[in-house]
């Protein structure tokens, strides 16, 4: 069974930097895109960031670009999202997900797994 479980969110100032984590089964951490999406209160599901083939190429949204980076860890199945000088615009709820098929990694509707989510608040 296919499972993605964020960690990692919570509560913090505008300007502190926090780290998002994603754990994979390993059949899912190698599919063929990973990407972080979020949804803020009322607003829908928006990209984040995103790599496709394994890391080789990675996509981030214009308002996070700069500021946050998507990364993995191969040993650990594991795929992050290093968010720095946060906004209270970035405050939403935090999904990972994976995307069997070569499709936009950039498109919601691409991705076949999701995670639960975590909460991510930023206070100003």
């Known amino acids: 069974q296919e499972q993605l479980v964020e960690s990692g969110g919570g509560l913090v100032q505008a300007g502190d930097s926090l780290t998002l984590s994603c754990a994979a089964s390993e059949r899912t951490f190698n599919a063929y895109g990973l990407g972080w999406f979020r949804r803020a209160p009322g607003k829908a599901r928006e990209f984040v960031a995103a790599m496709r083939w394994r890391g080789t190429y990675t996509y981030y949204a214009d308002s996070v670009r700069g500021r946050f980076t998507i990364s993995r860890d191969n040993a650990n199945n594991t795929l992050y999202l290093q968010m720095n000088n946060l906004k209270p615009e970035d405050t939403a709820v935090y999904y990972c997900?994976?995307?069997?098929?070569?499709?936009?990694?950039?498109?919601?509707?691409?991705?076949?797994?999701w995670g639960q989510g975590t909460q991510v608040t930023v206070s100003s």
């Open positions: 997900a994976a995307a069997s098929r070569v499709r936009s990694v950039l498109e919601s509707d691409s991705y076949d797994y």
